[in-house]
């Protein structure tokens, strides 16, 4: 079975290890601007929100690419972005209707979670649980991602 | 069943591949009468740019692909479609017969009437030769003048800045992509622009280009401008500042120092131009189409199945009317993300599944040399709805929210490029925003927090 990113914001402590992770894996640097997942605070409620692509079923910014530059990982069920192919021209970034894939003007190119090709850097980072990499169909993430497919036509990817 | 596809961009590709998953053993022929493989017309101004090279432009990257997939393109046109007999008539002087018929034939660029359109060096932007012409004479330091600022050519525009060239953009309204833009987002972009050294004239209209004589380039470019008087007023500082005020100067008055302070102000503004490039807009394809009881009014009119008013026949993409998410009316969308959606709706319904398109959101991106924007459904707001906008203008920054009730309905931004999907998000899913709605007409930028709170009540109570 595909594994999938559960995140539990309850036990989210703000701590930043999975940004930190994240941007040294992928870009090489730590540079939270530049990492795949983001930590949304709530202040006022004390809470912290990790956030990244959920790899929903129905593929939005697949699907808008005019290249063919993102492209379904059949072994994860990551929607990876292909480097050589992407133009940099954006229409999967206003695509997506979870707005979690951005566009990196020092690349040109855009930038989404493809999951560490299986091996999630901020899962292993997250010293409180709060991001794990499971076997399961219930990532929390399904109640938000059902309402999305239901109210915004899509299809699934593969 | 024989499914014929007429076009082979995005929306006629799309549909075939959505027919062939679901039906294996269907006969699906694409008829496109251009001789490159399956591209995408949006990619131009990347490989203008030099981002890619043409195969990069191609929709589909795996030379089998379409073979793979027992998908037939043909290189042909389609002159006439005969709905009684189920065929269309190609040119090559040959029949087609079909069970269904998707029509994805999108559109054609506008020419305006205007003395010298036909010379060589005038090119559109829209297909893979005219980027080919485009790419011959848009070396670095050729004098380039582009009419028409909307939204394709805008997107073009970084393509051409990047050659090196000097360029001017002539548009007819007030700002810069006036359709997908309000007031102060059309002229943040245009200063924007300016800034970067793109010489913008709005309010002008292109009356003639002539083969020039002057030596200094190919053409001479007339235009007429409306409110020259206001444009011209900054040339007393260009006499210190030089850059790009001279370069309005040079542009309005038609060269140099040799303009007197006290020149005369004229309307009309001469341009020098070695190419000309005609972006003023599309009309969808339907002129074959003449003669057929298909109806027509700005595209071809569908309904929620994709269905033309002939039975059998289906339409998707730029040459399609459909339904719009916003207003429920039918409109043109003309846009990469609907065409692709178009295609998968027209082959669902062309298998006989009945799935209505519950309507297109209209949606653009654009980089406008290095500003990047978006707007989102009704940006222009509905009546009696609420709005709110913050302005950040020496940040290039722009936000503006519009409401119906406690929804989300449409949305500009200007100058933040994270996250943006959201508001599609926001929109499409008619959100209701409670408290939020009070929250974001105080503070717009805390959309993305609205977003979360009011999608993910499983984490934040
Ligand atoms: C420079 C440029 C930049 C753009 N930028 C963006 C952007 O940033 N974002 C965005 O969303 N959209 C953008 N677009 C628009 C986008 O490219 C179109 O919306 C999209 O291509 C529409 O797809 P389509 O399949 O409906 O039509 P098309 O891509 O036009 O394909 C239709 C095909 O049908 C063929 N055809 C027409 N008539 C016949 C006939 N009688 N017989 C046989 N074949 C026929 C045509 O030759 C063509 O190949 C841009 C377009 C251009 C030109
Ligand atoms: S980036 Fe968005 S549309 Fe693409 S797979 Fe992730 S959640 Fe889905
Ligand atoms: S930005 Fe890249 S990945 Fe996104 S739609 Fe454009 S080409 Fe595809």
């Known amino acids: 079975m595909q594994k999938s990113l559960l995140i539990d914001a309850d036990k989210c402590t703000g701590c930043l290890q999975c940004e930190m992770a994240c941007s040294v894996s992928a870009e090489g640097s730590f540079n939270p601007s530049k990492s795949r997942i983001k930590i949304f605070p709530f202040h006022d409620e004390g809470v912290f929100v990790p956030y990244t692509c959920t790899q929903c079923d129905e593929a939005w910014c697949l699907h808008a690419c005019p290249v063919e530059a993102i492209q379904l990982n059949k072994e994860t069920g990551a929607k990876e972005v292909i480097n050589d192919l992407c133009v940099g021209c954006k229409v999967c970034t206003i695509s997506c209707p979870f707005g979690t894939i951005n566009y990196n003007a020092d690349s040109g190119k855009v930038i989404k979670c493809d999951l560490c090709g299986g091996d999630p850097e901020c899962a292993k980072a997250c010293p409180t649980d709060a991001i794990t990499y499971v076997d399961a169909n219930w990532t929390g993430y399904d109640k938000m991602k059902a309402s999305a497919a239901k109210a915004i036509p899509g299809q699934p990817a593969s | ?461």
């Open chain 2, 1 to 461: 069943m024989h499914h014929v596809i007429i076009g082979a961009g995005p929306a006629g590709v799309v549909a075939a591949e959505t027919l062939r998953k679901a039906d294996p053993s269907a006969k699906i022929t694409i008829l496109g009468k251009e001789k490159e493989p399956p591209y995408s017309r949006m990619a131009i101004p990347y490989k203008l740019k030099g981002k890619i090279e043409e195969e990069g432009m191609y929709l589909r990257h795996d030379t089998e692909h379409f073979k793979a997939l027992d998908i037939d393109i043909r290189q042909v046109n389609v002159d006439k479609i005969n709905s009684d007999s189920k065929t269309v008539d190609l040119s090559d002087g040959s029949q087609q017969g079909y069970d269904k018929l998707l029509i994805a034939t999108g559109a054609t660029p506008l020419t305006p009437p205007v003395k010298g359109m036909e010379l060589p060096g005038v090119h559109k932007s829209w297909t893979m030769d005219d980027m080919r012409g485009i790419e011959s004479l848009a070396t670095k330091g050729a004098k380039v003048v582009q009419i028409g600022a909307g939204f394709i050519a805008c997107t073009n525009m970084e393509g051409i800045v990047a050659r090196g060239v000097e360029l001017t953009i002539v548009e007819m309204e007030d700002r810069m992509v006036p359709r997908m833009m309000d007031e102060i987002a059309g002229n943040m972009i245009k200063d924007w622009c300016i800034d970067q050294g793109v010489n913008v004239l709005t309010n002008g209209m292109v009356t003639s280009i002539e083969e020039s004589s002057n030596g200094a380039s190919r053409y001479q470019v007339t235009v007429k401008q409306k409110g020259a008087v206001a444009a011209a007023e900054p040339v007393a500082e260009a006499k210190e500042s030089g850059g790009i005020l001279s370069a309005i100067k040079d542009a309005l008055f038609g060269g140099g120092s040799a303009v007197p302070e006290t020149a005369p102000v004229s309307d009309e503004v001469k341009l020098d131009a070695d190419l000309v490039i005609v972006a003023t807009g599309v009309r969808a394809n339907t002129g074959f189409l003449e003669g057929t009881d298909i109806a027509v009014d700005q595209g071809i009119l569908i309904n929620e199945n994709m269905e033309t008013s002939v039975a059998d026949i289906y339409a998707a993409g730029d040459c399609a009317q459909g339904k719009d998410f916003s207003t429920g009316q039918q409109e043109v969308h003309a846009i990469q993300p609907v065409a692709v959606e178009h295609g998968r709706f027209a082959a669902q319904n062309m298998l006989g599944r009945s799935v209505e398109n519950p309507g297109s959101l209209n949606m653009n991106v654009l980089d406008a040399v290095g500003l990047i924007s978006c707007s989102y459904g009704l940006w222009m707001g509905v009546e009696g709805g609420d709005s709110v906008k913050v302005v950040e203008k020496d940040m290039w920054r722009y936000l503006n929210l519009q409401f119906d009730g406690d929804v989300l309905v449409g949305s500009t931004a200007i100058g933040t490029a994270q996250h943006m999907g959201a508001m599609r998000g926001l929109i499409q899913m008619r959100v209701n925003l409670g408290e939020w709605k009070s929250i974001l007409m105080e503070e717009p930028t805390r959309v993305m927090e609205a977003y979360l709170a009011l999608t993910q009540s499983t984490v934040i109570k």
